[in-house]
Every structure is written in C-alpha cells, then in structure tokens.
C-alpha cells in the first residue's frame, strides 16, 4: 500500500543533506557563541519523539563535549512554577512543531535567568523558536505522517551538529557528511524489515533493547511500534534487561536488539543468548551478522561511521520494521488512532 509515512522514511537522505547544506555555517556560529559562556551542563526540554532525540543527546554531549545532559521536567517550570536554577547551563528545547507551551516555557525562564537557549525545531517562526537565542532549523519540510521519522533523524543531525561546533572542531569536512550515503545503504534493508515484522506480528507485547549511543534508538523503535501497531513494545537498556525484566520471556516473545559498533558488541550477543535460551523470537538490527543465529531475523545495517553518529542510521530500519508491522497486523500507518501531529501540553 501506498502511505505518507513510507514516503517520508525515504526521504531522509536528502532531509539530512538538506539540513547540512543550510545549517553547517549557522551551527558554527552558534558554537562560537557558546564558546564564550561558561556552560558546566545541558538541559534539554522535549516531548514523545523529540524526547528520544534528547535521550540521544545525553550520550553525544557527555562523550563528545564531557558535559552532563539533564531531561527537564517541565511540569516543574509550568504547573509547579518552581523552575530550577540554570546557572551554567545550555538550555536545548527539542519539538518538531515548536508548539508546546511546555517546552517553550522551559526557555523562556531559561531566557529569564540569563541561560543560553538553542531550539532545534522543524517550524522556524513557532513560539519555540521566536523564545531561544539560538534556532537550529530541521529543513524536513512539511512531516504529513503523524507519526515523526525524518524529524526526528533530523533531531539528530542537528544535535551532532551542535555537539561537534562546541567543541571547537572545524565543520567542514565532517563525519556527518557520510550519514545520508548511509542512510541510503539502510533503506535497502526493507525486504529484511518486512520478515522480520511478519514473524512478530501475532504478538501484542514486545522489548526494544539498544545500549550506549544506540539506547535512543531501542527507545524509539519501541515507541513506533506501540503508536502505530498498537503493540506494547517496552525499550530497555541491555543491562537494565538483565535486571529483571528479563523473566518476561517465554517462548515466543519478540526481542529486537539493536547493536552497533564495538563497544556494546559483546553485551548484545551475550543477551541475545540469553533470550534465545528462553525461547525468544529475535529480531537483530545491527552491523554484524555474526550475532544473528539460525531462526533469527537479521535486519542489516551498514557500518563505517563513528559510533556515535550509528542511532543516525540505525533508526531507519527500525522505522521499517514498525511500518510493516503495522501492516501485518492491519493498521493504516497514516492513521494511527488517537494520536495526532501536534499535542500541546502545559
């Protein structure tokens, strides 16, 4: 069948060229201007997809610019009118709208206490936008689907963008210069997607498991699959799996795992045979077909880029994996019931 939210999964590689092309210089000037401000911790505000984009961002400016990235909790700044001191703080507001009055009043007290503010945001003249110092704009064009996919690799790019500037590190040539060739390469997956979709399909409950750079993307793929195909999918951490949750396996039970690059690598395989010995299905998202076994379902990822540039890739066939999901179960992917493009909560 045809969708909007096929469509736009395959427009990413060109969303993302798009996004360096415009924003690079901007990015860079933004840098420059942080540079100057003594800035100890990050404090992003963000809602549902954009939210996993932040989970994202926790990892790339801890890694990459050694800072400590704090979620707000923006009840506190709205309902509560408690707003936290933000001393040293950046203050990043994530939303592909722009259009929370509770995202944008984590900016505004920002603003009020003479914090750095950044939107990263696909509607440059959205309340977001207009309250920050800083706008970083998505250049996705209009996201028809309700559910968020080249927003939300977007999201990413442009907090790597961010990321690299902040650390002083010429913005021309980059690594993220790559990440669209990659994407492509991802997109090929498609077939793998839809067997892998086909043999999870009968079960309403399901576990996403990433770690490190890539636990963004366990949370997303998760997210897409209960807000599309209406399957309970729970993200996890592989170490936080094996902490319990762990005895919700039985035989049968989908397990998609995501791994890649080195770092995790071992971790994943060693719970991918834990969960194979309780019978799992399981479903392999990853750039090494060696920790795929026999009656699993491997779905390719291409390697080579740093990795904590993968979540940028690694959420494709994710998205894939969740649209033919839906399918097999009977869902309509452009219609989701209950949820819609915009939510403005306070």
Not at 104 to 118: D, F, H, I, N, Y
Not at 302 to 320: F, K, N, S, Y
Request: hydrophobic residues 45%.
């Amino acid at each position: 069948m045809s969708s909007l939210l096929h469509s736009e999964i395959l427009e990413q590689p060109a969303v993302i060229r798009r996004l360096l092309e415009a924003e690079t210089e901007r990015v860079a000037e933004i840098g420059a201007s942080l540079a100057s401000r003594d800035i100890r911790y990050v404090v992003i505000a963000a809602r549902g997809t954009s939210d996993n984009a932040a989970r994202y961002a926790q990892y790339v400016f801890g890694t990459q610019n050694r800072l400590t990235v704090a979620l707000a909790t923006p009840s506190i700044y709205g309902v509560y009118k408690q707003p936290p001191r933000l001393e040293s703080a950046l203050v990043i507001g994530i939303s592909q709208s722009g259009q929370s009055p509770d995202i944008v009043s984590v900016l505004q007290e920002a603003r009020k206490q003479g914090a750095p503010t950044v939107a990263v945001t696909n509607e440059p003249q959205s309340p977001l936008a207009a309250t920050a110092d800083h706008v970083i704009g998505l250049h996705a064009g209009q996201e028809r689907s309700v559910a968020a996919t080249k927003t939300y690799t977007a999201q990413l790019a442009a907090l790597a963008l961010l990321s690299l500037s902040m650390t002083g590190t010429p913005l021309r040539p980059h690594a993220l210069d790559a990440v669209p060739q990659a994407i492509e390469q991802a997109l090929a997956s498609e077939p793998k997607a839809q067997a892998a979709a086909e043999l999870i399909a009968g079960s309403n409950r399901c576990v996403a498991v990433g770690r490190g750079f890539n636990y963004a993307t366990a949370f997303e793929v998760a997210l897409k699959m209960k807000e599309l195909a209406y399957v309970e999918a729970e993200p996890y951490s592989s170490a936080d799996f094996m902490h319990g949750p762990i005895a919700m396996v039985e035989p049968g039970f989908p397990v998609v795992l995501v791994s890649m690059g080195q770092t995790m690598r071992g971790e994943i395989a060693a719970l991918g045979e834990s969960v194979r010995e309780h019978g799992a299905n399981l479903v392999v998202l990853g750039d090494d077909e060696s920790l795929c076994h026999p009656g699993d379902e491997w779905i390719p990822i291409p390697g080579g880029l740093p990795e904590w540039l993968t979540p940028l890739v690694a959420i494709v066939p994710g998205q894939l994996l969740a649209y033919h999901l839906t399918i097999a179960r009977g869902g309509d992917p452009d219609s989701p019931r209950t949820i819609r493009k915009v939510t403005l909560t306070k």
